[in-house]
Structures are given as structure tokens and as C-alpha cells.
């Protein structure tokens, strides 16, 4: 059942200005009294700089405070508001309304994580596989106990894992790979791309345990390099390339 | 349980309109995989006809010689030749040959290991699946 409804020009965030609007649909679900979801419709007006986070939050404050969503930062840095946009995984604070070219957005929450309700899912597994790689430096000394003040590091050595460091646990990855769309067991893209990054550090010792976690029946190798998850990435970790380099080093192609 | 992850399931892993020239290789390997594997089993099926005498293989060897057997065969030579293309490339990637080099990330974040080396050799298997394909219709619908 669809409720179109349009903002009221004066109460609208967005400045009066904007002469287009959009129409955003939103899915509704709660799991504990609810069969299936439901789509709600709004008309939305929108700039050309305004994002997608923005529409949901101009819908909660003028039309329907009941939709979930979870957000913080509003800029790609806290990982709260992956969803999936027209179909695809994305942050809805770093995706414009006008990069979509579309007349209709359409919000949903992401694949492959439990909902919550309407557009926020569960975090647990993903933090859950995260901390099962250690995500951490492994070594026998420690920084407070060795002479040096700190584990020196060259630029080029920064360079090998700086990227996957970039990891902001938003899930995107998770959500469009393939291989997570039917194994829940599958360790999953954002936890592999982890495990790359401490194994590429130089100043980790964990490379061995970190491979033999890795190297079981739902880890790495479910991953058939279909490179979704680093089509979806906001910050550019590429999960792909650092899974495929992790399996270099299980198959002998790397040392 | 499905349900409860709000996974995909088939249909999304399946779905190949989303995410790039990579995902439809992904499908077209698996689809090819089975076809193979298909193929494989019917053939070891089809050769053991041979204990049937000479009478029994050429009977069935005469359902390759019709338009439907022909059609079934081109077929197999594509996805023989797409599928030992792509898995060559595969096999390269999964060993981390040619997926690009860890760089500091920009904007708009191209992913370095969707690059156009693989993505080469995805349409090259394409295509010389294609020409193998025209090939083998030439010679089996030929004259
Ligand atoms: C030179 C020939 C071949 C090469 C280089 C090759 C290579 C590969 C590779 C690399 C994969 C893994 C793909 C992935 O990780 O997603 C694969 C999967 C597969 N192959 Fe082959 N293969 C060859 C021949 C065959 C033959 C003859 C058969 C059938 C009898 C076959 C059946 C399969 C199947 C069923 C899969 C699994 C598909 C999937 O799970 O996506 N392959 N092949
Ligand atoms: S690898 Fe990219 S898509 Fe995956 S969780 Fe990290 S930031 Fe998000
Ligand atoms: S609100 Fe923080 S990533 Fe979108």
C-alpha cells in the first residue's frame, strides 16, 4: 500500500530553492509483528548536493518519526548507514540524490544482515568475524617494554596496508558479496580484507595464526574473487585484492 | 533462518545486473562448471555404450549427428573454452597475479583489483568462446 505525501515547502530542511523533488520509497519492517515489508512513499525535495541520509531524515521530521535508521557521522567515517539504494549497497550519507540519475529512490536494508527494523540490521557477526582475525599487532615484545619508543615504520611500509586501514565496518562488502548471499557460516569480505591488513604490516608477527584462521571450510576459500565487495567499498580497501593476496601466500604464490 | 539474515539466497547470487562485467564472469564460471560437469557424466555415460558392441555405440553416437545433437555440442565447445579462459585467469587472480598494488585510496576509489587486465581476459574468453563456437557450427552444419 503506497501513502504518497509531499513536504510542506516551509518546514522542508532542504532551502526553499529546490525546485526538484524525488520520490523516495522507503521499506518498513519490524520482524516481531510484522509478516513482510511494507514500502512508504514520499515525495522529497532535494538539491544537488543532497544526500540520500538527508531525504530519510527530512521524511522522520516532517512525516513519519517512526522510521529506524541509524546514522552518526553523516560524512563516510562512522559506518552506520549502509543500506541498500535503488538496489545496491551504499552509505546513504555518502550517496547524492542526484548521482542516481533516478526519478524514485528506493531505500532498503542491507542483504545478509538480521534486521532490526526498517533500515537498521544487526552489526554482531560482522564484529563478530572482525575480532575473529585479531584484528591487532601480534608480537612477543610490546611497545612499553621494548627500548624503543615505538615500532618504526618507512612510508613504503605504510603504503602495503594503509588502504585496507580504511576499513570502517560500514558491512557494504558483506552485503553484495555472493558467496554471503547464501552461507552464514562465510567469514566474509570485510573480516578477509582485516586479516590482509595486519598480515601486510610490518611491524605484526601474527601471519602464521591470522592464515590458519583464514584457512578453513567457510573462510577464504568461499571467496571466487567476483570482486563485488570492492565495487561496493566507500573508502577504496578494495577487499578483493587483499583476499586474493592473503591466498597467494596459502597457495605458495606468495612468500 | 534465511529469513531471519535477510540473505539474498539464489536469486541474488545469481542476479548478475549490478555489479560490473566480474559478477556476470562469476555466474557465466559457475553455469559453465556445471555444464561441464554435466557433460562429463552424460560422456563417461555415452562411452560406455561401447560394451554394447559396436552396434550400440554407433546408435548412440548418431544423436550427435542430428541438428539438436549439434546445437548441444557447440554448446559445450563454448563454455569448454570460456570456462578454461576465465578459470586461467582465475587461477592467476586467486594467487594474487594481476589484481593491482596497495596504494593510498582516492576519490572516487576505483577498486585497483577490477582492473582491466582481468577485465581483458573476462571479454576474451567471451569472445573466443564465440569464435570457437562459429567454428565448430561451421564444420558440424557445414557443406
Ligand atoms: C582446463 C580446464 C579447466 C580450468 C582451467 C578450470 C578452472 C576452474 C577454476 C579456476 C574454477 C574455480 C572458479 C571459482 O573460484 O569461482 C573452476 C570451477 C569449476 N569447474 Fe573448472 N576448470 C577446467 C575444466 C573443468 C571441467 C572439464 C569441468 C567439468 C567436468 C569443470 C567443472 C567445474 C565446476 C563444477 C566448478 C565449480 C563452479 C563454481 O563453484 O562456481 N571444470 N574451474
Ligand atoms: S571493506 Fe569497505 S565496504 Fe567493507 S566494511 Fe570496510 S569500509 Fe565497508
Ligand atoms: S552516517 Fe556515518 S557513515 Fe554514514
Same mark, same amino acid.
Given at each position: 500500500m503506497a501513502q504518497v505525501s509531499s513536504i510542506a515547502e516551509?518546514?522542508?530542511?532542504?532551502?526553499?530553492?529546490? %525546485?526538484?523533488?524525488?520520490?523516495?520509497?522507503?521499506?518498513?519492517?519490524?520482524?516481531?509483528? @510484522?509478516?513482510?515489508?511494507? =514500502?512508504?512513499?514520499? %515525495?522529497?525535495?532535494?538539491?544537488?548536493?543532497?544526500?540520500?541520509?538527508?531525504?530519510?531524515? @527530512?521524511?522522520?521530521?516532517? =512525516?513519519?518519526?517512526?522510521v529506524a535508521v541509524r546514522y552518526s557521522c553523516r560524512q563516510a567515517t562512522c559506518g552506520s548507514c549502509g543500506m541498500l539504494i535503488n538496489g545496491k549497497p551504499r552509505l546513504a550519507c555518502f550517496t547524492k540524490i542526484s548521482e542516481l540519475n533516478s526519478n524514485v529512490v528506493t531505500v532498503e536494508p542491507m542483504n545478509n544482515f538480521p534486521v532490526i527494523r526498517d533500515l537498521a540490521v544487526k552489526f554482531e557477526r560482522l564484529f563478530d568475524t572482525h575480532q575473529k582475525i585479531k584484528p591487532y599487532l601480534i608480537r612477543d615484545d610490546t611497545e612499553l617494554e621494548s627500548d624503543e619508543k615505538e615500532f618504526l615504520q618507512s612510508p613504503e611500509e605504510l603504503e602495503n596496508f594503509i588502504q585496507f586501514a580504511n576499513c570502517i565496518k560500514c558491512g557494504l562488502c558483506n552485503s553484495a558479496c555472493p558467496t554471503m548471499t547464501t552461507d552464514s557460516s562465510f567469514v566474509g569480505p570485510q573480516a578477509l580484507a582485516q586479516a590482509y591488513r595486519y598480515v601486510a604490516d610490518s611491524r605484526d608477527k601474527g601471519k602464521d595464526s591470522r592464515l590458519d584462521i583464514i584457512d578453513e571450510s567457510h573462510g577464504i576459500w568461499r571467496c571466487h574473487f567476483a570482486g563485488s565487495c570492492s565495487q561496493v567499498c566507500p573508502k577504496g580497501v578494495d577487499p578483493a585484492m587483499g583476499i586474493q593476496f592473503l591466498r597467494g601466500y596459502l597457495l605458495g604464490f606468495r612468500s | 533462518m534465511t529469513q531471519d539474515e535477510n540473505k539474498e539466497g539464489i536469486k541474488g547470487m545469481a542476479n548478475p545486473g549490478r555489479y560490473g562485467i566480474e559478477r556476470i564472469a562469476y555466474l557465466l564460471m559457475r553455469l559453465t562448471g556445471l555444464g561441464l560437469l554435466g557433460y562429463f557424466i552424460a560422456h563417461v555415460y555415452e562411452t560406455?555404450?561401447?560394451?554394447?558392441?559396436?552396434?550400440?555405440?554407433?546408435?548412440?553416437?548418431?544423436?550427435?549427428?542430428?541438428?539438436?545433437?549439434?546445437?548441444?555440442?557447440?554448446?559445450?565447445?563454448?563454455?569448454?573454452?570460456?570456462?578454461?579462459?576465465?578459470?586461467?585467469?582465475?587461477?592467476?587472480?586467486?594467487?594474487?597475479?594481476?589484481?593491482?598494488?596497495?596504494?593510498?585510496?582516492?576519490?572516487?576509489?576505483?577498486?585497483?583489483?577490477?582492473?582491466?587486465?582481468?577485465?581483458?581476459?573476462?571479454?576474451?574468453?567471451?569472445?573466443?568462446?564465440?569464435?570457437?563456437?562459429?567454428?565448430?557450427?561451421?564444420?558440424?552444419?557445414?557443406?
Open positions: 516551509e518546514q522542508a530542511t532542504t532551502p526553499l530553492s529546490a %525546485s526538484k523533488s524525488v520520490l523516495l520509497r522507503i521499506s518498513r519492517f519490524n520482524p516481531e509483528t @510484522d509478516e513482510s515489508n511494507k =514500502f512508504m512513499e514520499f %515525495s522529497v525535495p532535494y538539491q544537488k548536493w543532497t544526500t540520500v541520509l538527508e531525504a530519510i531524515l @527530512d521524511v522522520k521530521k516532517h =512525516f513519519d518519526h517512526s | 560406455s555404450n561401447i560394451l554394447r558392441g559396436r552396434m550400440g555405440w554407433d546408435e548412440f553416437l548418431a544423436l550427435t549427428q542430428t541438428t539438436e545433437g549439434h546445437i548441444f555440442l557447440v554448446l559445450v565447445i563454448g563454455m569448454c573454452v570460456f570456462h578454461t579462459g576465465n578459470g586461467i585467469r582465475i587461477m592467476l587472480g586467486h594467487g594474487g597475479v594481476g589484481v593491482g598494488k596497495p596504494a593510498r585510496p582516492d576519490y572516487p576509489y576505483d577498486p585497483a583489483s577490477q582492473n582491466y587486465r582481468h577485465k581483458i581476459g573476462i571479454y576474451s574468453s567471451i569472445v573466443l568462446a564465440a569464435v570457437a563456437m562459429m567454428y565448430g557450427m561451421a564444420v558440424m552444419f557445414g557443406e
